[in-house]
């Protein structure tokens, strides 16, 4: 896609080049205290509670462009899709997982699977969360964006987005993405905090958006079928076997700080969808219908209402909130290839990271092909979501709570049966489309049939768990 390049000032590129240089320096300058494993992937288990808010807020809060396109087709409601599964949860997350994973003193979710079902399940698991945790959606936002600002083609923008946001993290690890983080959490409320009182001095208050935008985005549950909210429903769920979560918990200094850190950055979220959702609906209802593409929303905004300076915080908002999914993505996806996937099909020990480095390779290269086929971030997140979740929950969930532990031979039978089943119903919807509508399979949104497979097969296997046997018999 071609877009006009946003108007700025030669004040607002050296504030956008201030950002990319402090990116740089900032992952640069960060030294590991030593070569081992813990160090590059967890840092040493040394995050304190607020490292670990601002990592994780910032990190798990990449799809703005997305809640832009959400909420100039739902208007609040699109809260309901982007917004209330995820804090559901994340909640739940909270209170019956975290305090759990930082206990178990290990480095992924693969890791938790070898070491309850064995080697098939965690190599089928870190393929499935390789996929899970593609940076794809944010490097097609930062693709658009990039674009935008400069005018490059996105083929050429996405490029040098992943350059940016490898080149530091082969030296420093995890420790690089987690100050990167920090840095890119204070930009992202700074750039949001920017535009919204400009609208209201430009533009008006509630009464401006009460006259121009259609009720049902003022309303809930506006235009959102029941069926379509279920679907984005679960795929909150997402939450629950997230990789960026896990590796979080994993590298938290004590026990403690997972659950109360988790639940203080719904707080961040939350303040922070407010923000995002206000800027969506003044975007809807300033432009109304004259845009084609809705993921462009919040930068013709911004170019619109905001002066010089002000412009430029903006933009550097919105590309430290795409930007910090990105390159913690990219280290968990490359994380995920070369040491659960690679490591363990090799059999070689695990307790190195000498495949990660290369996996960077592989995952920004999937990602690059992923966005450039698939050009909708909320397509992405409903394509990869709605296949892969509901093969890994069963598996993931049940790992962490001993009861509810089954024979490996039905986990991995769950998570095969599910995904296909996923996979064969969204295929089939595609295939047979009614009016640009998918038809799927009993017509349910795939993500129902994989769910209900995988969950049949596991109760199968809890009713015969007296046979389970330990790992090392898997």
């Given at each position: 896609?071609?877009?006009?390049?946003?108007?700025?000032?030669?004040?607002?590129?050296?504030?956008?080049?201030?950002?990319?240089?402090?990116?740089?320096?900032?992952?640069?300058?960060?030294?590991?205290?030593?070569?081992?494993?813990?160090?590059?992937?967890?840092?040493?288990?040394?995050?304190?509670?607020?490292?670990?808010?601002?990592?994780?807020?910032?990190?798990?809060?990449?799809?703005?462009?997305?809640?832009?396109?959400?909420?100039?087709?739902?208007?609040?409601?699109?809260?309901?899709?982007?917004?209330?599964?995820?804090?559901?949860?994340?909640?739940?997350?909270?209170?019956?997982?975290?305090?759990?994973?930082?206990?178990?003193?290990?480095?992924?979710?693969?890791?938790?699977?070898?070491?309850?079902?064995?080697?098939?399940?965690?190599?089928?698991?870190?393929?499935?969360?390789?996929?899970?945790?593609?940076?794809?959606?944010?490097?097609?936002?930062?693709?658009?964006?990039?674009?935008?600002?400069?005018?490059?083609?996105?083929?050429?923008?996405?490029?040098?987005?992943?350059?940016?946001?490898?080149?530091?993290?082969?030296?420093?690890?995890?420790?690089?993405?987690?100050?990167?983080?920090?840095?890119?959490?204070?930009?992202?409320?700074?750039?949001?905090?920017?535009?919204?009182?400009?609208?209201?001095?430009?533009?008006?208050?509630?009464?401006?958006?009460?006259?121009?935008?259609?009720?049902?985005?003022?309303?809930?549950?506006?235009?959102?079928?029941?069926?379509?909210?279920?679907?984005?429903?679960?795929?909150?769920?997402?939450?629950?076997?997230?990789?960026?979560?896990?590796?979080?918990?994993?590298?938290?200094?004590?026990?403690?700080?997972?659950?109360?850190?988790?639940?203080?950055?719904?707080?961040?979220?939350?303040?922070?969808?407010?923000?995002?959702?206000?800027?969506?609906?003044?975007?809807?209802?300033?432009?109304?219908?004259?845009?084609?593409?809705?993921?462009?929303?919040?930068?013709?905004?911004?170019?619109?209402?905001?002066?010089?300076?002000?412009?430029?915080?903006?933009?550097?908002?919105?590309?430290?909130?795409?930007m910090s999914s990105l390159h913690s993505y990219i280290f968990v996806s490359s994380t995920t290839f070369g040491r659960d996937i690679v490591s363990r099909l090799k059999n070689e020990e695990t307790e190195n990271y000498k495949y990660s480095k290369s996996g960077m390779i592989i995952s920004s290269a999937f990602a690059f092909f992923m966005a450039l086929f698939v050009p909708s971030v909320v397509d992405i997140w409903y394509v990869v979501g709605?296949?892969?979740?509901?093969?890994?929950?069963?598996?993931?969930?049940?790992?962490?709570?001993?009861?509810?532990?089954?024979?490996?031979?039905?986990?991995?039978?769950?998570?095969?049966?599910?995904?296909?089943?996923?996979?064969?119903?969204?295929?089939?919807?595609?295939?047979?489309?009614?009016?640009?509508?998918?038809?799927?399979?009993?017509?349910?949104?795939?993500?129902?049939?994989?769910?209900?497979?995988?969950?049949?097969?596991?109760?199968?296997?809890?009713?015969?768990?007296?046979?389970?046997?330990?790992?090392?018999?898997?």
């Open positions: 896609m071609k877009l006009p390049t946003i108007t700025l000032t030669l004040n607002d590129y050296l504030i956008i080049a201030g950002y990319f240089v402090a990116v740089l320096i900032i992952g640069f300058k960060t030294k590991k205290s030593d070569n081992t494993v813990k160090d590059y992937l967890v840092a040493g288990r040394t995050l304190t509670l607020p490292a670990f808010v601002a990592t994780l807020v910032s990190s798990f809060y990449g799809g703005v462009l997305g809640i832009g396109e959400f909420t100039f087709n739902y208007g609040i409601s699109g809260w309901l899709l982007y917004a209330f599964p995820f804090y559901f949860f994340i909640a739940v997350f909270a209170f019956f997982l975290a305090d759990k994973i930082r206990r178990s003193h290990l480095f992924t979710i693969p890791d938790k699977l070898f070491e309850v079902y064995g080697k098939k399940v965690s190599v089928f698991g870190g393929i499935l969360i390789f996929f899970l945790s593609t940076p794809a959606p944010y490097l097609f936002m930062m693709g658009v964006l990039l674009q935008w600002i400069f005018g490059f083609k996105l083929i050429y923008s996405m490029l040098i987005a992943l350059v940016v946001s490898v080149v530091y993290l082969v030296k420093g690890g995890f420790k690089s993405d987690v100050r990167v983080n920090i840095f890119e959490f204070f930009l992202m409320f700074i750039g949001f905090g920017i535009i919204i009182p400009f609208c209201i001095n430009k533009l008006g208050g509630i009464a401006f958006l009460e006259a121009r935008l259609p009720h049902e985005h003022l309303s809930f549950p506006g235009g959102i079928k029941l069926g379509y909210f279920f679907a984005w429903f679960f795929i909150g769920s997402w939450a629950l076997v997230d990789p960026v979560f896990y590796q979080r918990c994993y590298a938290a200094k004590n026990k403690k700080i997972p659950k109360t850190g988790i639940l203080i950055s719904l707080i961040f979220w939350f303040i922070f969808d407010l923000l995002t959702t206000t800027a969506g609906l003044y975007s809807k209802a300033y432009f109304l219908d004259n845009i084609k593409e809705p993921i462009h929303t919040l930068p013709m905004l911004a170019d619109t209402i905001l002066p010089p300076i002000a412009k430029g915080l903006f933009v550097v908002g919105l590309l430290a909130t795409i709605t296949m892969i979740i509901p093969a890994l929950l069963i598996s993931v969930v049940s790992s962490y709570f001993e009861k509810l532990h089954v024979h490996s031979k039905y986990i991995f039978a769950a998570m095969i049966g599910s995904f296909s089943i996923s996979l064969i119903s969204f295929i089939l919807g595609e295939i047979n489309k009614v009016k640009g509508q998918a038809v799927y399979l009993f017509s349910l949104e795939p993500m129902y049939p994989g769910l209900i497979v995988g969950l049949i097969i596991y109760f199968i296997g809890y009713r015969n768990r007296k046979y389970l046997k330990s790992a090392d018999d898997y």
